[in-house]
């Protein structure tokens, strides 16, 4: 459950037109799934050109998911921020038609929030944990 010393979180709106302005999250198809205070859900679908040669997810797409997921599921509770550190974890290949990542606030202060984010594989309806990762997120 995350707590919160701050208030002034961005909407979902606010998310969604960040996002049709992240040429980044649209080069790699990055899609909002669910959004609430502290709690932020994005998935990507499995392209060709997002693989590495075993025919897996690239680890940068894992990587961005959970530094975004963690990002704004920050800035859903304390407004603007940008990344300081994270930690990716790579647990099992990144092999299915879509990863979803599920992320949250674990604690957000003055100036910076720590968040978690897991990653999934879905492949023929079921999710397969494949990363898990913990960022620290600084408020601008």
């Not at 079921?126 to 997120?137: C, D, N, Q, R, V």
Request: proline share 2%.
């Amino acid at each position: 459950m995350a707590t919160s010393e701050t208030t002034g979180g961005i909407s979902r709106e606010r998310l969604e037109q960040a996002l049709q302005h992240s040429t980044f999250a649209q080069l790699l198809g990055a899609e909002l799934l669910d959004f609430a205070p502290g709690k932020v859900s994005l998935q990507v679908a499995s392209r060709p050109d997002l693989c590495q040669h075993h025919g897996y997810m690239h680890g940068a797409v894992v990587g961005f998911m959970v530094d975004s997921g963690c990002a704004w599921a920050a800035a859903s509770m304390v407004g603007d921020v940008v990344t300081s550190e994270y930690k990716l974890n790579l647990l099992a290949p990144a092999l299915g038609e879509r990863l979803v990542c599920r992320s949250e606030v674990l604690k957000a202060g003055q100036r910076q929030a720590v968040c978690r984010a897991d990653v999934f594989a879905v492949k023929d309806g079921a999710e397969k944990l494949i990363a898990t990762g913990l960022a620290t997120i600084a408020r601008v």
